[in-house]
């Protein structure tokens, strides 16, 4: 195992060394830099698989498959990258069925979702026009970026190649964001952590309802803050190197509705998933079935999307419903909003300015999304466990 001392000696080191390159602003500090995320990805690999009780040897067996991943894309990409026909999906597709692979297979490969998105996305900024073609280094640095590695955020490459202006206060605000990451991490989830699923079902004990809700709220904060506490330290230290990646979660528990949360929460997975998925699916559908079928179009690409977010979390019947679940709340959330379009106009004012409207609409949502953490956190067998030991 590895010690907070190491790991933060660590992190000094990667910080200290990474400034300096970055400053050198030559191809001989670019590959350097690349040099340093990959020592730096050999560590945490090696720290991720020391939880999974995977032994050193296989962790660097990952390390280097996912290095040889990035430049196969890095090849399929000068290969077929700008090109407008079919042959330019290879360079698109070949993340996503790596992703699919591991995920179908039951293999563990860290940070595999967030590379695989990551990496495809590159692909169309490439196509597009929107992203400069990076040179090897720089892609190698991109695209296995130590901060993001396990955790992300799925930060594009165009954020990437847009460097943070060097203002006064910067490294501050940066370390500052490094600690509150930290409080998150290491104190208010756990502290959540001693009231969730996990600690309060670990014994078959009887429960009243209470304790499932308590549960379920906790589960919840317990997740968001680890999670958000991670991104926090990746978006601190990236700052500290005068990198840009961009941000992953804007005060979720504060959403009005589901749609609103999602735009809140996991921001880079929403963005990806519109763009790739949401987008293409639905004009393809109104085109083809016409423009009286806009409604359906839009509700079959929430289904499809939300689909693709659950089992995106892990292959399992929980996550499909756990997704399918948050479809039904974005559609009810599209639904209702055409509603409230019938609304005379000054009504309709009325009730989007209404504090009391605004409140319950937040309270309402924080408990939706509490509820759905109970299939987003246990199997299908645990929730079977868990329900018959609370008195309903």
């Known amino acids: 195992m590895y010690s907070w001392t190491r790991i933060f000696v660590g992190w000094l080191f990667y910080v200290g060394a990474g400034r300096t390159l970055q400053r050198l602003h030559s191809p001989t500090g670019e590959s350097l830099f690349a040099a340093l995320n990959l020592i730096s990805i050999r560590f945490i690999v090696r720290i991720v698989c020391a939880s999974q009780k995977i032994s050193p040897t296989e962790a660097d067996h990952l390390t280097i498959l996912s290095i040889i991943i990035v430049v196969i894309h890095y ?52 196509r597009n026009g929107t992203a400069t073609f990076p ?55 756990p502290l959540m952590d001693q009231i969730s699923f996990q600690k309060v079902y670990s014994e078959n004990a009887i429960h009243p309802p209470i304790d499932l809700a ?35 979660f804007n005060q979720p528990f504060a959403a009005r509705n589901i749609k609103d949360f999602w735009n809140r929460q996991h921001i880079t997975l929403s ?35 939300f689909s693709l977010i659950g089992l995106w979390h892990g292959l399992g019947w929980n996550f499909f419903l756990f997704g399918l679940t948050h479809a039904a709340g974005v559609t009810f959330n599209y639904l209702y909003g055409l509603g409230l379009k019938s609304l005379p106009r000054e009504r309709l004012r009325a009730y989007q300015r209404s504090r009391t409207v605004h409140a319950v609409a937040v309270l309402l949502t924080f408990l939706f999304v509490s509820a759905t953490f109970l ?18």
């Open 75 to 126: 090849g399929l990409l000068k290969r077929f990258g700008h090109r407008q026909d079919r042959s330019f999906w290879l360079a698109f597709l070949f993340p996503l069925f790596l992703l699919a692979t591991v995920k179908s297979l039951g293999l563990f490969l860290v940070g595999i979702s967030f590379l695989a998105f990551r990496l495809s996305f590159a692909a169309l900024e490439v």
């Open 214 to 248: 308590v549960a379920c709220i906790a589960t919840y904060l317990k997740i968001v803050l680890s999670f958000s506490g991670f991104c926090d330290i990746a978006i601190g230290t990236a700052g500290l190197l005068g990198i840009r990646v961009k941000e992953n």
């Open 135 to 189: 040179s090897f280094a720089a892609y190698i640095s991109f695209a296995l970026f130590a901060p993001t590695l396990n955790v992300g955020p799925i930060s594009p490459l165009t954020t990437f190649q847009s460097p943070l202006p060097q203002t006064q206060g910067l490294a501050t605000q940066a370390v500052i964001r490094v600690l509150v990451g930290l409080a998150k991490f290491l104190v208010l989830a």
């Open 375 to 392: 299939l987003f956190a246990n199997s299908l067998a645990e929730i079977d466990r868990i329900l018959r030991l609370t008195q309903l």
């Open 271 to 305: 963005e990806y998933m519109q763009t790739i998925v949401f987008l293409p699916l639905t004009k393809t559908l109104i085109h083809r079935l016409g423009p009286q079928s806009a409604h359906w179009a839009i509700i079959l690409g929430i289904t499809v999307v």
